[in-house]
């Protein structure tokens, strides 16, 4: 008999969360047959324990005999956690970056939902069935508590909380029991939303919804992105306007559209925190639209929310989810838009396993279902900008600033002559400090931008020349005045300043070049009445600490605003005319062959923050080398010029993105055995794929030691990253590695230090 039965049981597949990439086979009996789907999150046995998994199967061929499948033992939720696009969209990921399956899942579902938290439910009490005159005077007489707890609820418009009832009147179970035996009170359990829809970043932002009227080339956009959503099927848009061009409106436009259409949007930013005003409008609008709830996806979420955020979404009472790159898994249903503002940013490449980039997976899962992906940027990555030239991407172009505000006036400061004039280093040029005493007379507002933490950048004996390294990192340690330390910014590794050289005990030490807090310090001498507020890792420590300041500097509380590149995107306030880049060739002396498209975006990207209202705005550049085409180009706001140029030298070297890069980091605390384990690595490699990868190594990384351990890397140049990396993994399964050393593979990497 039991075997008929099992004969009825369906056949699932599953990807257990269990340390292993395997899919399993597993019979599912009776009313769990009826129920389990394709997504959703089981619990299994494996040997004698139970673990979760996805069921990424029904109907499935046993990959064992039928008899000796083990049973689904649980069915977490009714509802699938993943859909069917999200499930490619793994496998894809696992190939393309070289990760584990179960990493991979790791990072798509958050812990709560893997763990199979369960929603909060909340008991919700009304009155039941009314009491006749007599049954009410018999309550007075023989139950007082009672009859107060049907009073109660007789003059409540809507259902209340139990547990606040109980609380409220002081009841006890028996007394609540009783009526609700007797039917007076009746009671319904709802699965209570903790912040789903709700965050600070929002509210602090709240921006009352106005009519919009179009200029001629944002409405030439939105038609154009209406027509491609009306064909259906997968498309890519880069939006490609100067900044301050009303970029956000037509995301905005679009995804109306979209959702009157009855699609869900994915609306990733590169860092929530920074963009309040942008969910502030997107509320504003869904406001103007009805009831359509949208997810605010970020770090700060509790365990609670962000399963409520999850199940809002993968049930369809969310349609809108915004957020930072992780947000790209977000299960949304029917998803029909996909934007990515500000594609260019770095900040969506994952620097942990898997080390995907959220640009690059979200017009991958826009592909997966057939949605409309915009990019928008002022600068786009030459990677966009190339698939536009070759026709894969279409583009709209807004090359305006809306109400017809004029771009800001960039002045080019060569430092080099002002050292000549000063004779001595310098922080801030004459002209600087001139236009800085301006707006602080005028009553505006000015950012003054570095992208260097500390005071100075490192510690240098004039005498003997030493510059004191912090001994587990490769790297100087950097000086912090205020507590009067170095700081090591790889590993965090803190020490006292010393007095004198620790190499030849002389007393002339220097502090050689500059970070934030020195550029505050000097501020603060030539505008003593203003207020300056310097923004960086080091005193943004406590949360909600950035926003809190950013809502000072909109209400003009804060004259002035220092800091690194926390403060280059997400800033639209009007009252800013003046923008400060104090060492704008910093990023050009790196080794990386981004090196001048990063400086380049940074220049042109902070600049826009200035002159976005009705006054006009103005830029000061210093640097030491003024005539860098990156600069010259930024001055003149030529960006097309600038990609064109810059494709140009990547094709002469091939560098991506015309051909592709796998970057193989391997790190030890033995130099000697890290750098034999790359080289034998590199030569297996050459020995499969010759011909199909060029390579480039082992050499020492950039900084060659990070806490302890010494690190070395090989570059592999490739057409097609896939099967390359599937060949790559497959060497590092055959080789036995030391227990001290580690190697990361990283397609498409964005930081080569």
Same mark, same amino acid.
């Given at each position: ?622 640097? *030491? ?90 570059? *592999? ?37």
């Amino acid at each position: 008999m039991e075997s008929d039965l099992a004969l009825h049981d369906e056949v699932v597949a599953v990807w257990p969360l269990a340390g292993f990439d395997k899919t399993l086979h597993y019979r599912a009996s009776g009313k769990l047959a009826e129920t389990v789907a394709e997504g959703c999150l089981v619990r299994v046995p494996i040997g004698p324990r139970f673990v979760l998994g996805i069921v990424v199967g029904t109907g499935a061929t046993a990959d064992v005999d039928y008899s000796k499948l083990k049973l689904v033992s649980q069915l977490c939720y009714d509802e699938p956690i993943l859909n069917r696009e999200l499930l490619e969209l793994a496998d894809w990921i696992c190939s393309y970056y070289g990760s584990s399956r179960e990493s991979v899942l790791e990072t798509m579902i958050p812990a709560s939902v893997r763990r199979g938290m369960t929603p909060k439910k909340v008991r919700f009490v009304s009155l039941g069935r009314e009491a006749s005159d007599e049954e009410l005077e018999r309550l007075e007489r023989r139950a007082p508590k009672q009859k107060a707890l049907y009073d109660f609820l007789s003059q409540q418009i809507r259902p209340q909380n139990k547990g606040l009832i109980f609380k409220r009147l002081n009841l006890s179970a028996t007394t609540y029991n009783s009526l609700l035996d007797k039917g007076f009170v009746k009671e319904v359990v709802r699965i209570e939303e903790r912040a789903a829809y709700d965050d600070e970043i929002g509210s602090l932002e709240y921006v009352e919804e106005k009519s919009i009227e179009l200029n001629d080339e944002q409405q030439v956009a939105v038609e154009s992105l209406r027509q491609e959503l009306g064909k259906g099927g997968f498309a890519t848009h880069l939006l490609h306007g100067v900044t301050g061009s009303g970029k956000t409106e037509v995301y905005l436009q679009a995804m109306e559209t979209a959702l009157n259409r009855d699609q869900g949007v994915l609306y990733l930013v590169p860092e929530v925190a920074l963009t309040p005003q942008t969910v502030g409008r997107i509320r504003a609008r869904l406001a103007r639209l009805g009831d359509i709830n949208a997810v605010v996806w970020h770090s700060h979420l509790s365990d609670g929310e962000r399963l409520d955020g999850w199940m809002a979404l993968s049930t369809g009472r969310a349609r809108v989810v915004v957020g930072a790159r992780s947000a790209v898994f977000a299960p949304i249903r029917n998803l029909g838009l996909v934007i990515v503002d500000e594609e260019h940013e770095p900040a969506f490449k994952q620097d942990e396993t898997p080390r995907y980039h959220g640009r690059d997976v979200a017009i991958y899962r826009g592909f997966l279902s057939k949605s409309l992906c915009i990019l928008g940027s002022a600068t786009p990555s030459l990677e966009t900008y190339r698939n536009v030239i070759n026709g894969k991407y279409a583009v709209d172009r807004l090359t305006k600033r809306v109400d017809e505000r004029s771009l800001p006036l960039m002045h080019i400061v060569d430092m080099r002559q002002e050292m000549l004039r000063t004779r001595k280093p310098t922080q801030l040029s004459r002209i600087l400090v001139d236009k800085l005493r301006e707006r602080f007379e005028r009553k505006e507002q000015s950012i003054l931008f570095l992208n260097r933490r500390g005071f100075s950048a490192s510690m240098l004996c004039q005498e003997c020349g030493h510059v004191e390294v912090c001994d587990r990192c490769s790297v100087p340690m950097t000086y912090h005045r205020s507590d009067d330390t170095l700081k090591c910014h790889l590993c965090g590794a803190e020490a006292v300043a010393p007095i004198v050289c620790p190499s030849c005990r002389s007393p002339k030490i220097r502090w050689k070049g500059m970070g934030t807090q020195r550029i505050e310090n000097a501020v603060m001498k030539i505008l003593p009445n203003a207020k300056v507020v310097r923004v960086d890792a080091d005193t943004m420590n406590r949360k909600h600490l950035f926003r809190q300041i950013l809502g000072d500097f909109r209400s003009g509380r804060i004259d002035v605003i220092v800091g690194t590149q926390m403060i280059a995107k997400g800033l639209d306030y009007p009252n800013v005319t003046l923008v400060g880049l104090v060492d704008a060739d910093l990023s050009l002396h790196i080794p990386d062959f981004r090196a001048n498209e990063r400086t380049f975006q940074l220049l042109v990207q902070v600049s826009g923050r200035a002159g976005r209202g009705e006054l006009a705005g103005e830029v000061v550049v210093q640097s *030491y080398t003024p005539h860098a085409d990156p600069i010259q180009f930024a001055r003149h706001g030529d960006v097309d010029a600038f990609l064109r140029m810059e494709l140009e030298n990547r094709e002469l070297f091939e560098y991506p993105p015309y051909r592709r890069l796998i970057r193989q980091v391997l790190r030890g605390p033995n130099p000697d055995k890290v750098a034999f384990f790359a080289e034998q690595f590199a030569k297996q490699v050459e020995k499969r794929l010759e011909g199909v990868v060029e390579i480039r190594g082992p050499v020492s990384c950039p900084i060659e030691k990070m806490k302890d351990n010494y690190r070395f890397q090989n570059w *592999y140049f490739t057409a097609n990253v896939a099967p390359v990396m599937g060949v790559l993994r497959e060497i590092a399964r055959e080789i036995a590695w030391p227990a001290d050393v580690v190697q990361v593979l990283d397609a498409d990497p964005m930081m080569l230090s």
